[in-house]
């Protein structure tokens, strides 16, 4: 609940189109009521006046509730027809800047606050909750606030007549607006769970019989899995079958509770009337009012289903956007250091919740213009070491340097900006290859951009494409095979010309030749640079490359290739095994 | 309200599209004529009440009766009220039940489809939107089935047992209703296509705004080391802008349709009012038939403004339907024959193969190769050579689109029946799939009633049983979505233990390409060299280090066999092979 009161408070930009898209559903509700009870009062005043005679007819005022009647009929269209607007421009606002707040949020946190136990879908997840939450103010907010001010004014009319009669349609909404929904959601609760408990599990077989198929298929096991499939399903409908006769249990009573409600305004109505305290025509204003008041507690049942999951979301939105940054930004960088020689000493790192140290006592020196092959299994903290270069993660231990300049001194913004990444998973968005160049410089011009091709090997495919630049690539436009989405990489990476080049198994899943002309391209980049590349595989290696091999966390081993190859160390025990492999 | 809804006879694929649907169901097309006849039903109790009302209210102004002497019709009243009740109940259950038939049979019957149109069709870029699809593009029917189509028949029915019961009561009520009404879907069919286009682009662009947000969150690691993440928000907030405007000019037209709807309900009301109002102040009807009819008139107009609010779900709906059907509508590419697969040692042959995925785009030419039983082929090839689907087509995954795959030189591999096929073979695909549950069932797919030891032993020939024993509930993990994680490395190897424990003739192993570290490439290599022996064995080789050992070598060059060979004379001639050799082996140039 609290996390939806911080979200109502991101509305507070907004606070006009929401007052506004509130006011006006209130005026349609409350015209809506009015027209109906006006209506109902108007014939029983004229048939009286008709059945009293010449006289009364003649002193009846016809015109002013006639026009009355019009009046509320129209402005109930004008109202909701601008309530509509104003509320979905309200939405559409605070849809964005949910987004804008929640960017602005995760920005600090990539990559290494963003890894969580739930893994890549984290952030498929956030933005669902997002789309989700966009919906808070037009679908739980609105109607309550609705419900709750409409309800006391016409409770209130309906006490100007009678106290009586004022109470009761308040107890007959509050059993039909809160009441039977709490109820009903009460009762849902265990078959909603078991629902979303067997659609997990339903979910997981189809992705299962989807991309599993192939071995489904030459396993003769499709039949099985179908029968399990066709298992889930039932028991899903079974489960929704609960949930939908609760569902239709709340709309019958909210119906009851409404026409009961009615009911019992006749009675006490005829019973004021006959006591005199109300004139005989308002017993038909009572009735068709009490009628009409339900219109506003209508969404109820619908908002009060959405307030768990809002408030499930808001949670993970926030717990999300709570999490401290890895890093802390100085105000200011120093001025940039003559030499950019990079020094480690006794550096470790250590992510948050992790049971080891990701690096120990890391000892590294890499002079300006220097090729280094950083070697080791996963896990044995390569990437953490450029995660610790990248200022995404800060060291626990020990001081970074650049140039003699501590690293934590300098802003992460320009520090990155002396690097560039050239890795498998760099992304490729949605848009023009032009847009997708220009994020790596957004002030270069066309020929920057070819010169940029060119290096990367991707001109003459690019030139071929018939929109050139301009092509879509990605959701949208043609799909990058594996080879021509990393060499565009590296033509974003040729377009910036940083003093270093951070390699991180850019060739990964490439065949033999598609990789031979990545290296081809890379090798122009490379040259003037300082090169720190990561790999697991020793192809490639010159016996006069420097090499450091890392082994959970810890450097193994520091020198030329060559020597290391011939020596005893892990380099020579790597090197081995691959010639085993070879000759299995 | 004479016409059946405007929308239904304005588009009639959709029409068609709905048939479909409820012929889908088993029993669907009943329970929803039962809920129809339900929603009617509860119409006529609609009526009934306001008779009744009408007549309390009438005795209570006109006559000043006592409450207490209109016990009868009040206590029908609450009868009526309760039957009503009951009837919305039930009209809902008998709903659920025909979006439930329709619900369990779609997902069933594709399902079905989707493994006879195979990997070829289902897997790959496809396979996530077809696991949404079978999931959640079948959930999205229920509101459309278990309300829309419902409320759409009532739409017609209700307000005609309306007119029906004003006729005798007060024909001027009656015109005016008759010409308000009809006009409602007559003017919707003049707004409601522009309205109709308006909202169905704007509901894609919903989509595709959501679609670019994700895509610059999943992407924000990329922006933060080009130094552009703060600029992305700012952009974000642009787009976000410029959309609301274009949607928001849409929307303005849109609602204007809902709008004049509500404007002849509200008008009607109003109208009728003011008519009564006027011929009973000079005494010519009575209040009963007048009141009467005034609680009638809103609920002429009801039914309308429900098919409103479900104008989403049935977008959602029907483009799930679309994406269903076209699954549905996909004929299969592969035939296949009863013929039992020979017994004895397996060969296979390609006979002028060639495959087209679509007319035009061939990816195999003319392929004749030999696969000898008992021998162990390796298929080499950068990607795009054709190297996957030779492997699918020796599978029967895809069909030949001219020449064939022979079995034992005699049987088209068309002519065996499939299941019959498959049973004779083990297949280890590039990127294995760990299935949901526990390690011994993912294990037990390849060989149902193998027994504990023979698992471990399986495990053991792959080298992933001390692996597996250090887990804390051994072989009975919970791997796959939901469970623990495998690394890349021991998911090929829990793949190899499957292979060992089907114990087939034959082996097809499309070699994984991701991230291994060389400690446990040489694991696998061994475990591969293993379960080959003895078998006739299919490699297609992404690494070049594991091809040595194979009797024979066939290079794949765009599609067509450029060499085959042993690795000693493919060397020795210094083409392809020799080439892809080299590129692999060369120094790296930084």
């Not at chain 1, 103010?137 to 409770?155: C, D, H, K, Q």
């Not at chain 1, 879509?472 to 021509?484: D, F, I, R, T």
């Not at chain 2, 009440?49 to 309390?56: D, I, N, P, S």
């Not at chain 2, 000898?372 to 030779?390: F, H």
Request: hydrophobic content about 55%; overall charge neutral.
């Amino acid at each position: 609940m609290r996390d939806l009161i911080r979200l109502l408070r991101l509305y507070a930009p907004y606070r006009a189109w929401v007052l506004a898209g509130v006011a006006l559903g209130l005026l349609t509700v409350l015209a809506n009521f009015a027209l109906l009870a006006l209506s109902g009062w108007f014939l029983a005043a004229t048939g009286v006046a008709g059945l009293a005679g010449y006289a009364a007819q003649n002193v009846f005022n016809f015109f002013t509730p006639a026009a009355g009647v019009r009046f509320f009929a129209t402005l109930r269209v004008l109202a909701r027809y601008a309530g509509r607007l104003v509320d979905h421009e309200a939405t559409f606002r605070l849809l964005a800047r949910l987004r804008m707040v929640a960017y602005a949020g995760l920005e600090p946190l990539a990559p290494v606050g963003l890894a969580g136990e739930r893994g890549g879908d984290l952030l498929s997840r956030l933005v669902a909750d997002i789309d989700r939450l966009g919906d808070f103010f037009l679908r739980v907010v609105s109607p309550f606030v609705i419900a709750a001010a409409a309800a006391l004014v016409m409770a209130l009319g309906f006490a100007i007549v009678s106290p009586a009669a004022g109470l009761l349609l308040l107890l007959g909404l509050t059993i039909a607006g809160i009441a039977v929904p709490l109820a009903s959601l009460g009762l849902g609760r265990n078959p909603a769970r078991a629902a979303v408990a067997v659609q997990v599990q339903l979910r997981a077989d189809l992705v299962d019989s989807v991309q599993g198929m192939a071995e489904l298929l030459t396993c003769n096991a499709s039949g099985a899995m179908a029968a399990r499939v066709d298992a889930a399903s039932v028991a899903l409908l079974a489960a929704q079958r609960r949930l939908a006769a609760i569902a239709g249990f709340g709309a019958a009573a909210i119906l009851l509770a409404s026409g009961l409600t009615m009911l019992a305004m006749l009675p006490l109505a005829g019973t004021l009337a006959a006591a005199h305290r109300i004139a005989g025509p308002v017993i038909a204003l009572l009735a068709l009012g009490a009628m009409a008041a339900f219109e506003a507690v209508a969404p109820l049942p619908a908002a009060f289903q959405l307030l768990g999951g809002m408030a499930e979301s808001a949670r993970r939105v926030f717990d999300l956007l709570d999490r401290p940054p890895p890093v802390a930004e100085p105000a200011s960088s120093p001025p940039r250091p003559a030499r950019l020689d990079l020094r480690l000493d006794g550096v470790s790192l250590r992510y948050p919740g992790a049971a080891h140290a990701a690096l120990a006592g890391i000892d590294l020196a890499i002079a300006e213009g220097e090729h280094v092959t950083i070697l080791g299994r996963s896990g044995a903290g390569k990437t953490s070491l450029f995660n610790l270069l990248l200022r995404f993660a800060p060291p626990a231990a020990g001081s970074a340097t650049l140039g003699g300049v501590d690293l934590a001194t300098i802003r992460g913004d320009d520090l990155r900006s002396l690097f560039t990444v050239v890795s498998q998973t760099t992304a490729i968005f949605a848009g023009t290859l032009r847009d997708n160049l220009l994020l790596a410089r957004p002030d270069a011009d066309d020929a920057a951009l070819w010169r940029a091709l060119e290096t990367a090997r991707l001109a003459d495919f690019v030139s071929t494409r018939p929109g050139g630049l301009d092509s879509l690539v990605g959701e949208a436009g043609a799909k990058l095979s594996g080879g021509e989405a990393r060499r565009l990489s590296l033509a974003r990476a040729a377009l910036r010309a940083t003093p270093f080049l951070l390699l991180d198994e850019p060739t990964e899943g490439l065949d033999p030749l598609t990789e031979a002309e990545f290296r081809r391209a890379l090798a122009g980049l490379a040259a003037g640079r300082t090169v720190i590349a990561i790999t697991h595989r020793l192809d490639h290696l010159a016996d006069d490359d420097r090499v450091v091999m890392l082994e959970q966390g810890r450097i193994v081993a520091d020198g030329r290739f060559g020597a290391l190859r011939r020596g005893e160390g892990p380099v020579a025990r790597l090197s081995r095994l691959r010639e085993m492999s070879r000759h299995f | 309200m004479t016409a059946p809804s405007n929308e239904a006879s304005a588009t009639p694929p959709r029409r068609a599209l709905d048939r479909r649907l409820i012929a889908a169901g088993q029993g669907a097309r009943r329970w929803l004529g039962l809920a129809i006849g339900l929603g009617l039903a509860a119409g006529l109790a609609v009526i009934a009440q306001a008779l009744l009302l009408a007549h309390v209210v009438t005795a209570l102004i006109f006559r000043h009766e006592a409450a207490a002497a209109l016990a009868l019709p009040l206590a029908s009243l609450a009868g009526l009220l309760l039957l009503r009740a009951a009837l919305s109940f039930a009209a809902e259950r008998a709903a659920h039940h025909a979006a439930a038939a329709v619900k369990l049979s779609l997902r069933r019957t594709m399902l079905d489809h989707l493994f006879a149109l195979g990997p070829a069709y289902a897997a790959g870029e496809r396979s996530a939107d077809l696991a949404a699809t079978l999931l959640d593009g079948v959930e999205a029917l229920e509101p459309y089935l278990a309300r829309y189509l419902p409320q759409m028949a009532l739409v017609a029915l209700v307000p005609l047992a309306i007119l029906a019961a004003i006729f005798p009561v007060d024909w001027i009520s009656f015109l005016v209703l008759l010409v308000t009404g009809p006009i409602i879907p007559v003017f919707m069919v003049f707004v409601g296509y522009r309205a109709e286009a308006i909202n169905r682009r704007q509901w894609r662009e919903l989509l595709t705004m959501s679609a670019r947000f994700l895509d610059a969150v999943q992407g924000i690691t990329t922006l933060r080391l080009f130094g552009r993440a703060r600029d992305e928000i700012a952009l974000i907030g642009r787009i976000a802008d410029e959309y609301r405007r274009a949607t928001m000019a849409g929307l303005r037209i849109a609602f204007l349709t809902s709008a004049v709807l509500e404007f002849f309900a509200s008008l009607s009301i109003a109208l009728v009012a003011v008519l009564f109002g006027a011929r009973l102040l000079h005494g010519h009807i009575g209040f009963f038939p007048a009141f009467f009819v005034l609680l009638l008139v809103p609920e002429f107009f009801l039914p309308l403004r429900g098919l409103a609010t479900h104008y989403h779900a049935r977008m959602t709906a029907l483009a799930a339907a679309g994406r269903i059907f076209d699954v549905l509508d996909t004929p299969p590419a592969t035939t296949w024959g009863d013929a039992v697969p020979p017994s004895g040692p397996l060969s296979l042959r390609c006979a002028g193969l060639t495959i087209a995925h679509e007319p035009g785009q061939t990816v195999l030419h003319g392929i004749d190769c030999a696969f000898p039983a008992g021998t162990l082929t390796a298929i080499v090839g950068r990607s795009g050579a054709g190297k996957s689907t030779l492997a699918a087509a020796l599978l029967g995954f895809v069909a030949p689109h001219s020449g064939a795959v022979l079995v034992n030189d005699d049987t088209a591999l068309t002519a065996l029946d499939r299941e019959a096929w498959w049973a004779q073979l083990a297949y280890v695909p590039q990127t294995p799939r760990v299935f949901a549950g526990t390690i011994a069932a993912n294990l037990r797919l390849a060989r149902p009633e193998a027994d504990d030891a023979a698992l471990r032993e399986a495990l053991r020939r792959a080298r992933l049983l001390d692996e597996i024993d250090r887990l804390p509930a051994g072989i009975e993990t919970s791997i796959g979505d939901g469970g623990a994680g495998l690394s890349g490395g021991q998911v090929q190897r829990l793949a190899l233990a499957r292979a060992f424990l089907r114990d087939a003739r034959l082996l097809i192993l499309d070699e994984a390409t991701a991230h291994l570290d060389l400690e446990t490439e040489a694991e696998i290599a061994a475990a591969i060299a293993d379960l080959a022996r003895g078998r006739t064995a299919i490699l297609i080789a992404h690494r070049l280090a594991t091809v040595r050992r194979a009797d024979r070598i066939l290079v794949l060059e765009g599609g067509r066999l450029a060499e085959s060979g042993t690795h000693d004379e493919l060397l020795a001639r210094g083409g392809a092979y020799a080439a892809l050799l080299g590129a692999a082996e060369a120094p790296c140039a930084t």
